[in-house]
């Protein structure tokens, strides 16, 4: 086989094998809004094709970069595989793409699963038992792990070692298994929910966190440069500053407007183009969509800004609590338009403002929150 077919079929594999473990882990939850994190079908094709392949093409994220590239350096120096890694932070900040950019710098093959897929802890044995020395295994949304597989994972990690059950019932026996040294990559997106035995079994852990317009500006320049489309600065600019500090967001919002461009006008995105393309998406300035904006309105125009438990929030918005709580809310929470009170949610003087409404008397801002419903050091 030539080369070139060989690297097609290892992408094709690739997108593949992240497709299977992107759909067990988003089988539950919705990913059909143009500014969701979540990955549909349509993203994995292109993300493939979109994913920096190197450290020093990854944009952003620079304590993390900088972290890991002396975890690997080292590494190869030592001839050794490095320590386990995890990474954390909200969906589409790059954590898989991490995970491929490490395998790539040491030169190693990689395994892609993800917590949901890995039904029994056989799962696992089956994928640990088959590694060459020093692959990269990328578990996503490891916290969703079952916990038999969970402690397999503990041993594995300290030991490199399984231990395989053998039948069933009384008569099953554990047979001790040696595996080769290998990394694993854990990505989560709920590393609250990662047990503590877990968490300290990984050397290096990486938080990742929103990109800066600036980046996303570039990022999104160098996806134009890959898609053959044809951005103007200030198009760039206006998508980044709508894309919710989230790379997968911003490539989306960028095929979108790209269509619209090809349809409508000259295919030129520029920002007049994108403006005029994120109306009819329901993309608001901030990057709001219509799940956003109706969660603030539920808070403020039917319970007046809150206090609101989550799952009467989310009946009010016809969405699942995991989907309110995941997907809407993170965004909210850090644009301060939204705050997460021990009484449940309340809207922020600047959610009044984003729907055109007068924040009531008293409520100073989400540093300084004394509107009604909020706790006083009486409640
Ligand atoms: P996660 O695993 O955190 O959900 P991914 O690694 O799948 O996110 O990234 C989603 C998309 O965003 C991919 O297409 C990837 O190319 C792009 N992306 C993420 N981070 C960066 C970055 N720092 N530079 C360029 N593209 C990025």
């Given at each position: 086989?030539t080369?070139?077919?060989?690297?097609?079929?290892?992408?094709?594999?690739?997108?593949?094998?992240?497709d299977?473990?992107?759909?067990?882990?988003?089988?539950?939850?919705?990913?059909?809004?143009?500014?969701?994190?979540?990955?549909d079908?349509?993203?994995r094709?292109?993300?493939?094709?979109?994913?920096?392949?190197?450290?020093a093409?990854?944009?952003?994220?620079?304590?993390v970069?900088?972290?890991?590239?002396?975890?690997?350096?080292?590494?190869?120096?030592?001839?050794r595989?490095?320590d386990?890694?995890?990474?954390?932070?909200?969906?589409?900040?790059?954590k898989?793409?991490?995970?491929?950019?490490?395998?790539?710098?040491?030169?190693?093959p990689?395994?892609?699963?993800?917590?949901p897929?890995?039904?029994?802890?056989?799962?696992?044995?089956?994928?640990?038992?088959?590694?060459?020395?020093?692959?990269?295994?990328?578990?996503?949304?490891?916290?969703?792990?079952?916990?038999p597989?969970?402690?397999?994972?503990?041993?594995?990690?300290?030991?490199?070692?399984?231990?395989?059950?053998?039948?069933?019932?009384?008569?099953a026996?554990?047979?001790?298994?040696?595996i080769?040294?290998?990394?694993l990559?854990?990505?989560?997106?709920?590393?609250?929910?990662?047990?503590?035995?877990?968490?300290?079994?990984?050397?290096?852990?990486?938080?990742?966190?929103f990109?800066?317009?600036?980046?996303?500006?570039?990022?999104i320049?160098?996806?134009?440069?890959?898609?053959?489309?044809?951005?103007?600065?200030?198009?760039?600019?206006?998508?980044?500053?709508?894309?919710?500090?989230?790379?997968?967001?911003a490539?989306r919002l960028?095929?979108?407007?790209?269509d619209?461009?090809e349809?409508?006008?000259?295919?030129?995105?520029?920002?007049?183009v994108?403006?005029?393309?994120?109306?009819?998406y329901e993309?608001?300035?901030?990057?709001?969509?219509?799940?956003?904006?109706?969660v603030?309105?539920?808070?403020?125009?039917?319970?007046?800004?809150g206090?609101?438990?989550?799952?009467?929030l989310?009946?009010?918005?016809?969405?699942?609590?995991?989907?309110?709580?995941v997907v809407?809310?993170?965004?909210?929470?850090?644009?301060?338009?939204?705050?997460?009170?021990?009484?449940?949610?309340v809207a922020?003087?600047?959610a009044w403002?984003?729907l055109?409404?007068?924040?009531?008397?008293?409520?100073?801002?989400p540093?300084?929150l004394?509107?009604?419903?909020?706790p006083?050091?009486?409640?």
């Amino acid at each position: 086989m030539t080369r070139r077919a060989d690297e097609d079929e290892l992408a094709a594999r690739e997108a593949e094998a992240l497709d299977r473990a992107a759909a067990a882990r988003d089988a539950d939850r919705d990913a059909d809004r143009v500014v969701s994190p979540l990955a549909d079908a349509d993203d994995r094709v292109i993300e493939t094709a979109l994913r920096p392949k190197r450290l020093a093409d990854f944009v952003g994220q620079q304590r993390v970069r900088d972290q890991l590239s002396l975890v690997l350096e080292s590494a190869v120096r030592r001839g050794r595989p490095p320590d386990h890694v995890l990474l954390s932070g909200p969906p589409g900040l790059g954590k898989t793409t991490i995970a491929m950019i490490i395998a790539a710098e040491l030169g190693t093959p990689m395994r892609i699963t993800s917590g949901p897929a890995i039904e029994r802890s056989g799962d696992l044995a089956a994928v640990l038992s088959t590694l060459t020395e020093g692959e990269v295994v990328f578990i996503d949304e490891i916290h969703r792990l079952a916990r038999p597989a969970e402690e397999m994972l503990y041993l594995a990690m300290e030991d490199f070692r399984v231990d395989v059950v053998v039948g069933k019932g009384p008569g099953a026996t554990a047979i001790p298994l040696d595996i080769a040294p290998f990394t694993l990559v854990g990505a989560t997106t709920r590393s609250g929910l990662l047990p503590a035995p877990l968490r300290d079994r990984f050397g290096f852990t990486a938080h990742m966190d929103f990109y800066q317009p600036a980046e996303l500006e570039i990022i999104i320049r160098r996806s134009a440069g890959l898609l053959g489309v044809t951005l103007r600065d200030d198009g760039a600019a206006e998508l980044a500053g709508r894309s919710r500090g989230t790379p997968r967001i911003a490539n989306r919002l960028l095929r979108r407007v790209r269509d619209y461009a090809e349809v409508k006008g000259n295919g030129v995105v520029d920002r007049a183009v994108a403006r005029a393309a994120l109306e009819l998406y329901e993309v608001d300035e901030q990057g709001l969509d219509r799940l956003d904006r109706a969660v603030l309105d539920a808070l403020i125009r039917r319970y007046g800004g809150g206090p609101v438990g989550l799952s009467t929030l989310a009946v009010l918005v016809g969405e699942e609590a995991e989907t309110v709580e995941v997907v809407a809310e993170p965004f909210l929470v850090r644009r301060g338009l939204l705050a997460r009170t021990p009484r449940g949610r309340v809207a922020t003087p600047a959610a009044w403002e984003h729907l055109g409404l007068t924040p009531p008397e008293g409520s100073t801002g989400p540093g300084g929150l004394t509107g009604p419903g909020m706790p006083t050091l009486f409640d």
